[in-house]
């Protein structure tokens, strides 16, 4: 029977192969999912509308914010990964293909699929905070960690809801523009701006607390302490004290 140190060596293959593995996997979809966006925008840009072009905006910004969240967490955190980690970065190139699929189809599509990208928000929180306490050493780096995640668990569950009605609310008056009630053309032509805003602010916060978050770990990583709080870390739900 072997003594346990001499198992280190397997351990640290298996978890340092994660970080390079993981993010050259996500590298590859993500390379999937912008030629796919770019296909969708090339085949037809002359007829898009200016919602259209908003999606595109949004989709290109989702390609962004998952990259970005992804890549911060695999940089900080290192555990033996399992099947769930395998499916992951399918499951969100999945969700980024249809995206960009979804911007011809039509705004309801588009924001069902929002739907879907909320709820795998709420599934990462699960599983990478279910993770990340099982192998963290860092006192200090898990705080901020549960307070970001906590904050995201939040905004997933908002935006299931959210993205929910405005899809119901788009399908309901897709035929706004050809109604003979005033009100109802009315509320057609303004909802999906009022869609394209909300889904902007909702990303946008994504973005801006991912992007807070990592300065934060790398100022804690440089000095042995956190940043100054500021009203913007407070606002966007990621408290630094």
Same mark, same amino acid.
């Given at each position: 029977?072997?003594?346990p ?9 298996i978890?340092?192969s @994660? ?10 979809? =993500? ?11 090339a085949?037809?840009?002359?007829? @898009?509308t200016?919602?259209?072009?908003a ?5 290109f ?7 970005n969240h992804? &890549? &911060?967490?695999a940089m900080?955190w290192?555990?033996i990964p399992?099947?769930r980690?395998s499916?992951?970065?399918?499951l969100l190139?999945? @969700?980024e293909?249809?995206q960009?699929?979804a911007?011809?189809?039509g705004?309801?599509?588009w924001? /069902?699929?929002m ?10 929180? /699960? ?7 099982l192998e963290a050493?860092?006192?200090e780096?898990?705080r901020l @960690? ?5 904050s995201?668990?939040l905004?997933?569950?908002a935006?299931?809801g959210l ?5 119901v ?6 035929d706004a523009?050809t109604?003979? =009630?005033?009100?109802?053309?009315a ?8 869609a394209?805003l909300? &889904?902007g602010l ?21 000095s ?5 709080e500021?009203?913007l870390?407070?606002?966007?739900g990621l408290?630094?004290?």
């Amino acid at each position: 029977m072997k003594a346990p140190g001499e198992h280190e060596p397997l351990l640290s293959r298996i978890t340092g192969s @994660f970080t390079p593995i993981y993010l050259t996997i996500l590298s590859l979809v =993500q390379a999937v999912a912008l030629a796919e966006l770019a296909r969708v925008v090339a085949d037809g840009y002359l007829h @898009f509308t200016l919602v259209e072009w908003a999606l595109v905006l949004l989709t290109f910004l989702i390609l962004i914010i998952i990259w970005n969240h992804v &890549t &911060t967490d695999a940089m900080t955190w290192v555990w033996i990964p399992d099947m769930r980690d395998s499916v992951i970065p399918f499951l969100l190139g999945a @969700f980024e293909l249809y995206q960009a699929h979804a911007i011809v189809a039509g705004l309801g599509p588009w924001l /069902f699929g929002m739907v879907a990208g909320a709820t795998l928000a709420v599934l990462e929180f /699960f599983h990478v905070g279910r993770q990340v306490r099982l192998e963290a050493d860092d006192a200090e780096a898990l705080r901020l @960690f549960r307070s970001r995640s906590w904050s995201d668990l939040l905004q997933g569950v908002a935006g299931i809801g959210l993205f929910f009605v405005l899809g119901v609310a788009s399908v309901a008056t897709g035929d706004a523009g050809t109604a003979d =009630q005033p009100l109802l053309r009315a509320v057609g032509a303004a909802l999906p701006w009022v869609a394209v805003l909300f &889904t902007g602010l909702w990303l946008g916060a994504y973005l801006l607390r991912t992007t807070l978050y990592w300065r934060a770990l790398v100022v804690l990583a440089r000095s042995g302490r956190l940043p100054a709080e500021t009203p913007l870390s407070r606002l966007i739900g990621l408290p630094l004290r």
